[in-house]
């Protein structure tokens, strides 16, 4: 079973700083791409940035030029680098692997999510 757990969130004052991280763990064999999202009270949930496995990124529009996704260097790990928070960013923060081969089939797996909060 894969498991990814996260970690990281946090309270913080607009305009500063947080780093997530998300480890996956278990039988895995390669990992297509990771990916965060995060959910506001009352929101749906929506892609936040996303790399593939050959370091190709893609992040929503109003965190781009502050947030970073980077991949570890065990690739079974990811990061968001989150600069400039402001109090919208507020939400829960979850993180994804998608296409996770563990030898014997294809699946996509999610964290428990983490609470980042930000304060005005």
């Known amino acids: 079973q894969v498991q990814l757990v996260e970690s990281g969130g946090g309270l913080v004052q607009a305009g500063g700083s947080l780093r997530l991280s998300c480890a996956a763990s278990?039988?895995?064999?390669?990992?297509?791409?990771m990916a965060w999202y995060r959910q506001a009270p009352e929101k749906g949930r929506e892609l936040v940035a996303h790399?593939?496995?050959?370091?190709?990124?893609t992040y929503l529009e109003s965190v781009k030029e502050r947030f970073t996704i980077l991949r570890g260097n065990t690739k079974n790990t990811v990061y968001l680098q989150m600069n400039s928070l402001k109090p919208e960013d507020t939400a829960v923060y979850f993180c994804?692997?998608?296409?996770?081969?563990?030898?014997?089939?294809?699946?996509?797996?999610w964290g428990q999510g983490t609470q980042v909060t930000v304060s005005s």
């Open positions: 278990g039988r895995i064999f390669a990992i297509a791409s």
């Open positions: 790399i593939t496995s050959t370091g190709v990124t």
């Open positions: 994804s692997a998608g296409g996770v081969y563990d030898g014997r089939s294809v699946n996509n797996y």
